[in-house]
């Protein structure tokens, strides 16, 4: 597909640098943090706007697949070229454009990584509160078309609730505004919103305006243990219900507490059922109360000790064990799916029984940990790719995964996106007609379907 005469035209564009085809290139391209790879032909690094206009336009005159990639930390296959043709890898666009403390804006372009804004907001004054456990690695603009959350969107929200405005190159390499740095209103329906989340399949987002909030005074962090897990998960449901919203509520299962300890060396309870991770912020007198209610709540649920972060450094050690989970987890099995089901935080006690159903019904491990005060969960289901026999119980663990949290009224996704990987699933979450829309809506943005073909609803085939 891409001749000679094509790639001299992209040359041109970017600079020999950064037009990349040798083989292992393509290989190191082929996949993100899913298991499942396809080659691209080529990898284009853009350096600015103007750069991406050309591209697009060289891919649309020649009907040449566009997959936008950042840091490819995605769990969906997202950021996998399912069709060969172009990898845009935009990485070089990382500039952070202004911080403005008086508006609390943040204006960046799509390849600046999640924790730099952070770190810059924070220097500024402010707080850019999604935090992605692949923060460090991840970009915003990854974290935008996925709709990224975090352990911080129980009070804070996600990735949406914070995109202003969007600067995006169409199909036809146009570019297009949305929204704004006021208020992110905008006459007539809201297309920010309508691209966050749309995985690459509608833009290419170049700009992104992003709100920023005051950060709290002061903030508390706990960690709660339990002998059985279920305990913990209603914890979870008592203390939404209470009318308490924590900053963070995490949970973990006794194989990820193992799996951390085992990584990080850092005293976790390996002997726990489960483990909350708990935050509150905001003015000291409110933390301090909210605090106790909750420290009460994991009491009267069977939490057999709950432990206060009293300086820093403890705090900063329960985080790391929670943004730990999938390194660790890496050293006890080679493949994994890492989903991200979603049910009704009510329900979350359901969920995890109905998780630990099926990894005995298909003797896999599902390791089990989220963002439980939003329902956001993160079951791993573990295993080794190359035993076909495992790889199949594995497989079928995960089906019926995605029919439980959609018989429970939740979603497929909470954050890690659709891409192919829940493809299959797609239709059952939104009924046919919604997957009609979506493909209409797609086919609006992208006629020739060059923009990260084969996802979402133009996935074609079986996974398995």
């Not at 990382?94 to 609390?104: S, V």
């Not at 036809?172 to 006459?187: K, L, P, Q, R, Y």
């Not at 998960?233 to 919203?245: D, E, L, N, P």
Request: hydrophobic share 40%; charged share 20%; aromatic share 6%.
């Amino acid at each position: 597909m891409l001749n000679s005469e094509i790639v001299n035209q992209l040359v041109k564009v970017v600079g020999k640098k950064h037009v990349l085809n040798e083989l292992e290139d393509m290989v190191i391209y082929s996949n993100d943090a899913l298991m499942f790879s396809y080659l691209p032909e080529l990898v284009i690094q853009p350096a600015n706007r103007d750069e991406v206009v050309a591209v697009v336009k060289i891919a649309a005159q020649y009907q040449i697949p566009v997959t936008c990639r950042g840091a490819a930390t995605c769990l969906s296959g997202g950021a996998t070229p399912l069709k060969g043709g172009i990898v845009l890898e935009m990485t070089r666009m990382n500039r952070i454009h202004k911080i403005d403390a008086i508006n609390r804006v943040a204006v960046v372009e799509p390849g600046v990584i999640t924790f730099d804004l952070i770190k810059q907001a924070a220097v500024a004054g402010l707080l850019y509160p999604p935090d992605p456990s692949s923060m460090k690695e991840s970009t915003i603009g990854g974290n935008i078309a996925e709709c990224a959350g975090g352990p911080k969107g129980v009070k804070y929200g996600i990735t949406r609730n914070f995109v202003l405005a969007i600067e995006a190159v169409l199909a036809d390499g146009t570019i297009v505004e949305m929204g704004n740095d006021i208020d992110g209103e905008m006459c007539g329906p809201d297309w920010t919103m309508l691209v966050t989340g749309s995985e690459g399949t509608m833009a290419v987002i170049t700009r992104i305006s992003l709100r920023l909030v005051r950060p709290p005074q002061t903030k508390k962090t706990m960690l709660a243990i339990y002998d059985d897990l279920e305990d913990a998960a209603r914890t979870v449901s008592k203390t939404m219900a209470a009318g308490i919203i924590p900053t963070t509520l995490e949970i973990m299962n006794n194989q990820s507490i193992v799996a951390v300890e085992n990584y990080l060396k850092i005293g976790l309870p390996v002997k726990a059922g489960g483990l909350l991770l708990i935050e509150v912020d905001g003015v000291p007198s409110t933390v301090e109360e909210n605090a106790h209610k909750i420290v009460a709540i994991c009491n009267q649920c069977g939490a057999t000790e709950v432990k206060v972060a009293k300086t820093a450094e403890e705090t900063e050690d329960l985080w790391r064990a929670r943004r730990a989970v999938g390194a660790a987890f890496g050293r006890v099995a080679p493949s994994k799916y890492a989903e991200d089901s979603t049910v009704p935080r009510s329900l979350v006690p359901e969920l995890i029984k109905r998780m630990c159903v099926i990894g005995e019904k298909y003797n896999v491990p599902i390791f089990i940990c989220g963002h439980a005060g939003d329902g956001n969960m993160h079951p791993t289901i573990l295993f080794d790719k190359r035993n076909r026999e495992e790889t199949e119980r594995a497989n079928q663990a995960l089906d019926e995964l995605h029919l439980v949290t959609l018989e429970l009224g939740g979603t497929l996704s909470g954050e890690h996106g659709i891409g192919f990987a829940k493809a299959p699933f797609l239709r059952a979450e939104t009924g046919d007609v919604g997957y009609q829309m979506g493909k209409d809506i797609k086919t609006v943005f992208d006629p020739d379907n060059i923009l990260n073909p084969g996802k979402m609803f133009f996935f074609e085939g079986e996974l398995h």
